[in-house]
């Protein structure tokens, strides 16, 4: 696993250092890797597979979607430099291969290496305009994006449950009258197949990369 992309211009010494101290963990369709509440234990990396960051609405109870993490990218790092407990829960979707920087080789590194830190935050100040733009793009009701991810989150989990619009616009925080004319959007690009109620997975990648 290379942790290059983890900040820019990481000396090649800390990627030998992370590969060495990195803790490599198998995760089923399901499983947590961890809870909202949880404290941080440091940077997870994905080797392989896909991740889901979910949050449970306070006032619906409902899960809400936040993002996916993907072949090559990293999380929990927030919660790890702002020294408080995760505020989502990570569940892995499918298959999927982690690699676990743990806090303390993280912290070590940071202190030998205080330049390292305006990468920190460079890396924190683009995830908060792409949460902004996300932002955006739902109050400009953009909700393409929102259903795909929906579709991909939902059927990955519980491949055996038959969906229904009402429920996929519910995830969605949409009406039904959108997520029918989202569906058929989707349909229409080649993506899905729709009968009667089953919705069929086409094409998982044109998905992924709308929803990116």
């Not at 298959?95 to 935050?121: F, G, H, N, Q």
Request: aromatic share 10%; proline share 3%; hydrophobic share 40%.
């Amino acid at each position: 696993m290379s942790f290059k992309n983890l900040w820019h211009n990481l000396p090649p010494e800390i990627q030998n250092l992370f590969s060495q101290e990195a803790v490599r963990k198998e995760y089923k369709r399901g499983e947590f890797i961890y809870r909202a509440g949880d404290s941080p234990k440091g940077i997870y990396f994905v080797e392989s597979g896909l991740v889901g960051l979910v949050i449970i609405g306070e006032s619906s109870g409902k899960e809400h979607l936040l993002r996916f993490f993907k072949e090559g990218q990293f999380f929990g790092h927030r919660a790890l430099f702002s020294d408080e407990g995760y505020h989502a829960t990570t569940t892995a979707l499918q298959a999927t291969s982690i690699s676990l920087i743990p806090r303390d080789i993280v912290i070590k590194v940071l202190e030998k290496y205080p330049a390292l830190y305006r990468d920190v935050v460079l890396t924190l100040a683009k995830e908060l305009r792409h949460c902004e733009e996300q932002r955006v793009m739902i109050l400009e009701n953009q909700i393409l994006s929102r259903t795909a991810q929906a579709l991909i989150y939902l059927k990955d989990l519980h491949p055996e449950h038959a969906w229904t619009r009402q429920e996929i616009a519910n995830f969605c925080a949409s009406t039904v009258s959108t997520i029918i004319k989202a569906l058929a959007e989707l349909e229409d690009l080649g993506f899905i197949r729709q009968e009667g109620r089953a919705i069929e997975i086409l094409d998982r990648d044109g998905l992924l990369n709308i929803t990116s």
